[in-house]
């Protein structure tokens, strides 16, 4: 029998500065599709990311210890998001429209490998708020 898989989630929070816009688009069509979140000079919000994690209690009785975890999500997102535009300040943003959607894939890009790394434990769940009324949900790339 196998034991049993438990969940565990940290959350963090940051604020930072955006614009909605697709270079691919004019400038009248940005304006439509995005509305006010088209502002040219940006506008800010107050962030939370939650990563969960799944795996197996091991003997240590933690998935992953969470001081390790902590120290891993400032790392790769905190500290290269918190007061910064992340249109223009953040390297794993070039290329993507910075919507919760696209937060949330590059957000387990950069986590998944560093977290995946831990024996039995692997990146289940990345979530982001961009508000306290919505978030979306991202569980990963189908698997191969
Ligand atoms: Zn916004």
Redesign the pocket.
């Known amino acids: 029998m196998s034991s049993p898989e438990l969940e565990l989630t940290h959350r963090q929070e940051f604020s930072a500065a ?3 816009h697709d270079p691919t688009l004019g400038d009248e069509e940005n304006a439509q599709l995005y509305g ?2 088209n502002n040219p000079n ?4 107050t962030y939370v990311y939650e990563v969960t994690v799944r795996g197996q209690v091991p003997p240590s009785g933690m998935i992953i210890d969470l001081n390790v975890l902590r120290a891993i999500m400032r790392e790769e997102i905190f500290d290269q998001v918190d007061h910064k535009h992340l249109d223009l300040d953040v390297p794993f943003m070039e290329g993507r429209i ?2 919760a959607e696209n937060l949330a894939i590059a957000f387990w890009e950069c986590l998944a490998p560093r977290i995946n790394d831990h024996p039995g434990c692997r990146l289940h769940r990345l979530r982001v708020h ?1 508000g306290p009324d919505s978030h979306v949900d991202y569980f990963g790339p189908p698997e191969q």
């Open positions: 955006h614009r909605l006010p979140c940006g506008h800010g919000h910075s919507t961009e």
